[in-house]
């Protein structure tokens, strides 16, 4: 089993940023691959991006390239979305997610075996 706990997230302005964390517990965070998504008001949620186990891959959605960057510290457990140049269009609940015995690029989409945070809130005021 996996624990996903997320932090970090709050009100900014367009333009400012943000850094949210992902604090995982459980045997197989090891293995997973992880990931952000987020989901807005009436729309399904979807990838942000995602990190291979030893954060050396990373992949992310076209609309965040350039301005976001995830990264993972495995000694604690950690992952993080440093989001830059935020707009009113990532307003959303962005979600943690381990994706057990999955690559980075596996995860952009659900599995089986996906364990997920209960989100954290992020609006950008225009």
């Known amino acids: 089993q996996v624990q996903l706990v997320e932090s970090g997230g709050g009100l900014v302005q367009a333009g400012g940023s943000l850094r949210l964390s992902c604090a995982a517990s459980?045997?197989?965070?090891?293995?997973?691959?992880m990931g952000w998504f987020r989901q807005a008001p009436g729309k399904e949620r979807e990838f942000v991006a995602t990190?291979?186990?030893?954060?050396?891959?990373?992949y992310y959605a076209d609309s965040v390239k350039g301005r976001f960057s995830i990264s993972r510290d495995n000694a604690n457990n950690t992952v993080y979305l440093q989001m830059n140049s935020l707009k009113p269009e990532d307003t959303a609940v962005y979600y943690c997610?381990?994706?057990?015995?999955?690559?980075?690029?596996?995860?952009?989409?659900?599995?089986?075996?996906?364990?997920w945070g209960q989100g954290t809130q992020v609006t950008v005021s225009s």
């Open positions: 997610k381990a994706a057990t015995s999955r690559s980075a690029y596996e995860a952009r989409s659900r599995g089986a075996y996906d364990y």
């Open positions: 459980g045997r197989t965070v090891s293995t997973s691959a």
């Open positions: 990190i291979s186990r030893s954060g050396s891959t990373t």
